[in-house]
T-cell receptor, first 113, second 114 residues
Framework: KQEVTQIPAALSVPEGENLVLNCSFTDSAIYNLQWFRQDPGKGLTSLLLIQSSQREQTSGRLNASLDKSSGRSTLYIAASQPGDSATYLCAVRFSGGYQKVTFGTGTKLQVIP | SQTIHQWPATLVQPVGSPLSLECTVEGTSNPNLYWYRQAAGRGLQLLFYSVGIGQISSEVPQNLSASRPQDRQFILSSKKLLLSDSGFYLC?????????????FGPGTRLTVL
């Protein structure tokens, strides 16, 4: 069964700290991986998309890496700010199920001023 | 640019009543469309997806159904709601921004069944 896991489920850090969120997936045959942010009661906002052929993507203070062989992706957030507080979800499009995306359960991040 | 709309934003319905949630996409043609449900404290569950008009794939046997009467319209329905249907319903489409096959989400509908 193709699964996506995110650990920890919740994380609290002081403002200004650099942090890493983890995403693990059980099948290395993936098409792409996408990181999302979800604010309470809101829809999902796309942060970064990494294609299978790529190793990382960057946008501002965010950097996402992909290691297919180990089944892992990390989202690095530099110089965290209170506005970064949200739930972060990773989603994997496995090669066998091209039309579908499997989501992790998310990491709830709180950045303390 | 592409935009995805969902309505209503919130809905409170009694058990046994019917349901109709609507999702429309602007700025693209022939999108792949998706319905997800997010229950309290749980991850996103894919309910239905559609690759074209009248084409619906169901992922989870349940009390719900979906229809795609037009290219950019996706509807989630139920004839009789259950308490377990409560949750946050999200519509998404599959398109292009920085690369192909990126998913974009609507604002969601919060459904409470009493």
């Amino acid at each position: 069964k193709q699964e996506v896991t995110q650990i920890p489920a919740a994380l609290s850090v002081p403002e200004g700290e650099n942090l890493v969120l983890n995403c693990s997936f059980t099948d290395s045959a993936i098409y792409n991986l996408q990181w999302f942010r979800q604010d309470p009661g809101k829809g999902l906002t796309s942060l970064l998309l990494i294609q299978s052929s790529q190793r990382e993507q960057t946008s501002g203070r965010l950097n996402a890496s992909l290691d297919k062989s180990s089944g892992r992706s990390t989202l690095y957030i530099a110089a965290s700010q209170p506005g970064d507080s949200a739930t972060y979800l990773c989603a994997v499009r496995f090669s066998g199920g091209y039309q579908k995306v499997t989501f992790g359960t998310g990491t709830k991040l709180q950045v303390i001023p | 640019s592409q935009t995805i709309h969902q309505w209503p934003a919130t809905l409170v319905q009694p058990v046994g009543s019917p349901l109709s949630l609507e999702c429309t996409v602007e700025g693209t043609s022939n999108p792949n469309l998706y319905w997800y449900r997010q229950a309290a404290g749980r991850g996103l569950q894919l309910l239905f997806y559609s690759v074209g008009i009248g084409q619906i794939s169901s992922e989870v046997p349940q009390n719900l159904s979906a229809s795609r009467p037009q290219d950019r319209q996706f509807i989630l329905s139920s004839k009789k709601l259950l308490l377990s249907d409560s949750g946050f319903y999200l519509c998404a489409w599959w398109g292009w921004r920085e690369g192909p096959d990126e998913q974009f989400f609507g604002p969601g509908t919060r459904l409470t069944v009493l």
